[in-house]
């Protein structure tokens, strides 16, 4: 007998996937485009702070370098005016140290220049005004006042020395008078030159001669 050859069918039953395992590509994307939107927008928030703190830094770079070169302004400015000051005085009262000598005919003519050169020294007010910190223009009216003081005092001891009545005893109240004066002077320029010292930072000096 021959064998039996009918066909059988064989059903393979497959169970649907479930629904969410079709979206899976797409999650998976959606939470690596996010993690990587996350990291830009924290790396541009870092950046921006970076820039910030940078000009920031860069800023106060330049303002401390700007008031540096300010501040050497400044000083080297209030240094060479007060040396002018100081040089001028000097050759005030070196000048004034004459009186006698001068002739009758250009006591006239020397005062007149010695009044100028004071006055020159108060041309420098207005500098010490805007460059200082502290109150040095009021010293250096100080002493351009002793000089006119200095400088007039000059003078009448110059007419008290040439006046054929003038007395012995006017003549030593008129010598006195001026060397208190020059002494006013030299007074003056130590009290300038002590206020130009704490200006500028240096050591103060010892108290003023003993006039």
Same mark, same amino acid.
């Given at each position: ?16 996937p ?25 790396? *541009? ?6 820039i ?7 800023e106060?770079? *330049? ?62 007010d #207005? ?9 040095? #223009?009021?010293?250096?009216? *100080?002493?351009r ?17 040439? #006046? ?48």
């Amino acid at each position: 007998m021959g064998q039996d050859i009918t066909p059988h069918v064989i059903q393979i039953i497959q169970s649907s996937p479930a629904w969410w395992q079709a979206w899976l590509p797409l999650l998976g994307s959606c939470i690596v485009a996010a993690a990587a939107f996350t990291g830009v927008l924290v790396s *541009n928030r870092t950046n921006r702070k970076a820039i910030s703190t940078a000009q920031s830094n860069v800023e106060l770079a *330049n303002a401390a370098a700007e008031h540096r070169e300010h501040e050497k302004w400044r000083r080297e400015t209030l240094l060479v005016t007060a040396t002018k000051v100081l040089n001028r005085s000097a050759e005030i009262r070196y000048r004034i140290q004459v009186p006698g000598n001068w002739s009758r005919d250009r006591s006239n003519s020397i005062l007149n220049s010695l009044r100028a050169d004071v006055e020159a020294v108060g041309a420098t007010d #207005g500098v010490f005004d805007i460059v200082s910190k502290s109150p040095i #223009g009021v010293q250096s009216k *100080n002493l351009r006042k002793a000089l006119y003081d200095a400088v007039a005092a000059a003078g009448s001891l110059e007419m008290a020395l040439h #006046g054929d009545k003038t007395s012995q005893e006017d003549r030593r109240a008129a010598r006195d008078a001026f060397r208190r004066a020059v002494n006013e002077v030299q007074a003056a320029e130590h009290s300038f030159i002590a206020a130009v010292r704490i200006e500028l930072g240096f050591e103060p000096i010892p108290d003023s001669p003993e006039s």
